[in-house]
């Protein structure tokens, strides 16, 4: 699967997406997103760009990377593909939940970590469980039939 880039850029019909993919030979794309088309296909989200990079997954998928519009709004989509909101939106509720996000200048980087909730620098790993049996270490505390000591 080629490489995604996306900057996103605020406007005031919505969000304007620059969007790159190759890995050195690339395409360049511009995407429309109105808060609209993102409270529908991803509810919740802040920020159209999991909602475009999961939308070039879905296009990369049926066609090759020439063949994608150079620009065009995210509704047009469902114009070529009618499963495109049907197929998007369950890929949008799952990784809402597993999705931290760090912020760059004017563009994001999102990191999946399947499995687990959102990451933020703040949050801690999980704590890792020793033994077997009645007794187990969590995290440095022993921990027997559902009571710690410590």
Same mark, same amino acid.
């Given at each position: 699967?080629?490489?995604?880039?996306?900057?996103?850029?605020?406007?005031?019909?919505?969000?304007?997406?620059?969007?790159?993919?190759?890995?050195?030979?690339?395409?360049?794309?511009?995407? @429309?997103?109105?808060? !609209?088309?993102? $409270?529908?296909?991803? =509810? /919740?989200?802040?920020?159209?760009?999991?909602?475009?990079? &999961?939308?070039?997954?879905?296009?990369?998928?049926?066609?090759?990377?020439?063949?994608?519009?150079?620009?065009?709004?995210?509704?047009?989509?469902?114009?070529?593909?009618?499963?495109?909101?049907?197929?998007?939106?369950?890929?949008?509720?799952?990784?809402?939940?597993?999705?931290?996000?760090? @912020?760059?200048?004017? !563009?994001?980087? $999102?990191?999946?970590? =399947? /499995?687990?909730?959102?990451?933020?620098?703040?949050?801690? &790993?999980?704590?890792?469980?020793?033994?077997?049996?009645?007794?187990?270490?969590?995290?440095?505390?022993?921990?027997?039939?559902?009571?710690?000591?410590?």
């Amino acid at each position: 699967m080629p490489r995604i880039d996306i900057t996103t850029t605020p406007t005031s019909e919505g969000w304007l997406c620059d969007v790159t993919v190759g890995n050195g030979d690339t395409t360049r794309h511009r995407v @429309r997103v109105t808060p !609209s088309d993102l $409270a529908r296909l991803a =509810p /919740g989200a802040s920020d159209p760009e999991d909602l475009v990079h &999961a939308s070039f997954d879905f296009l990369l998928g049926r066609e090759p990377r020439e063949s994608i519009l150079r620009e065009f709004d995210l509704t047009v989509v469902a114009r070529y593909y009618p499963d495109f909101e049907q197929e998007i939106k369950p890929r949008q509720a799952g990784r809402s939940a597993r999705i931290g996000t760090r @912020r760059c200048g004017t !563009s994001s980087m $999102a990191t999946v970590f =399947p /499995g687990r909730g959102p990451m933020t620098r703040h949050t801690r &790993a999980p704590p890792r469980v020793r033994g077997k049996g009645r007794a187990a270490r969590v995290s440095g505390r022993l921990v027997r039939s559902g009571r710690s000591s410590g």
